[in-house]
């Protein structure tokens, strides 16, 4: 995997992009000009991988446009040594930028390809992330309960198994609405079946599915 100054200079100019397009969390700029993008898209994209788009992965998913990466980090307010849990592994960009916040991070990928894929790449870029393969509407309540919870994949509704893994005080961050559009949504927990909840911005995600996972069942999760 190489990473040459060209790419270096594209991605400088995404990250001066994102602050020109709103992001203000600093920490979040630095991680998006430091993580070498390209290393997580399709073969024969890479030159493509620091314009401001989302791209094509395997098992008919995408890697998220850059500023809605950025975007739903700045709304998940990430504290240096948060649990986190991403509900969408995908090709593990977000996961990478989560860990550069300062997270512990948990993520669970229902396509078998993907989970293998972004399982090695993380581990040979260095970053010590818990992956799972399994079904991310059950959340994981063995590891929970979390302080911030991400949904990277679009809901018809906020998840009600997913809040119960919140911890108050907690924050979750998910596009909720239908098959077209979602409202990014966001949802402080302030008590015990208390929440502020807040909606950011229309966004276009794959949709978040539920029951049987892709390559296997749904009994358990698998984790690397």
Same mark, same amino acid.
């Given at each position: @995997?190489?990473?040459?100054?060209?790419?270096?200079?594209?991605?400088?100019?995404?990250? +001066?992009?994102?602050? @020109?397009?709103?992001?203000?969390?600093?920490? %979040?700029?630095?991680? %998006?000009?430091?993580?070498?993008?390209?290393?997580?898209?399709?073969?024969?994209? #890479?030159?493509?991988?620091? &314009?401001?788009?989302?791209?094509?992965?395997?098992?008919?998913?995408?890697?998220?446009?850059?500023?809605?990466?950025?975007?739903?980090? $700045?709304?998940? +307010? !990430? +504290?240096?040594?948060?649990?986190?849990?991403?509900?969408?592994?995908?090709?593990?960009?977000?996961?990478?930028?989560?860990? #550069?916040?300062?997270?512990?991070?948990?993520?669970?990928?229902?396509?078998? $390809?993907?989970?293998?894929?972004?399982?090695?790449?993380?581990?040979? @870029?260095?970053?010590? %992330?818990?992956?799972?393969?399994?079904?991310?509407?059950?959340?994981?309540?063995?590891?929970?309960?979390?302080?911030?919870?991400?949904?990277?994949?679009?809901?018809? $509704?906020?998840? &009600?198994?997913?809040?119960?893994?919140?911890?108050?005080?907690?924050?979750?961050?998910?596009? !909720?609405?239908?098959?077209?559009?979602?409202?990014?949504?966001?949802?402080?927990?302030?008590?015990?079946?208390?929440? #502020?909840?807040?909606?950011?911005?229309?966004?276009?995600?794959?949709?978040?599915?539920?029951?049987?996972?892709?390559?296997?069942?749904? +009994?358990?999760?698998?984790?690397?």
């Amino acid at each position: @995997m190489d990473d040459t100054f060209r790419l270096q200079g594209k991605r400088r100019l995404l990250a +001066e992009i994102l602050k @020109m397009k709103g992001i203000k969390d600093q920490r %979040i700029i630095e991680a %998006i000009r430091k993580i070498p993008r390209h290393f997580f898209v399709a073969r024969g994209l #890479e030159d493509k991988a620091y &314009d401001d788009n989302p791209l094509p992965i395997s098992s008919g998913q995408t890697i998220s446009q850059p500023y809605t990466v950025a975007f739903q980090s $700045e709304l998940l +307010e !990430v +504290e240096t040594g948060n649990k986190v849990l991403e509900i969408g592994t995908g090709s593990g960009y977000q996961a990478a930028v989560l860990s #550069e916040l300062g997270a512990k991070v948990y993520s669970i990928e229902r396509h078998e $390809e993907l989970y293998k894929t972004a399982s090695a790449l993380l581990r040979k @870029m260095g970053y010590n %992330i818990n992956l799972f393969y399994g079904d991310g509407y059950k959340g994981l309540p063995t590891y929970g309960p979390f302080d911030r919870i991400l949904v990277t994949a679009g809901a018809t $509704e906020i998840p &009600d198994e997913l809040l119960k893994q919140l911890k108050t005080g907690g924050i979750m961050v998910v596009p !909720v609405g239908d098959n077209k559009v979602q409202k990014m949504t966001r949802i402080i927990k302030t008590g015990d079946n208390k929440y #502020e909840i807040t909606e950011h911005n229309n966004f276009i995600f794959v949709p978040m599915l539920k029951g049987k996972v892709s390559g296997g069942s749904d +009994e358990g999760f698998k984790k690397k």
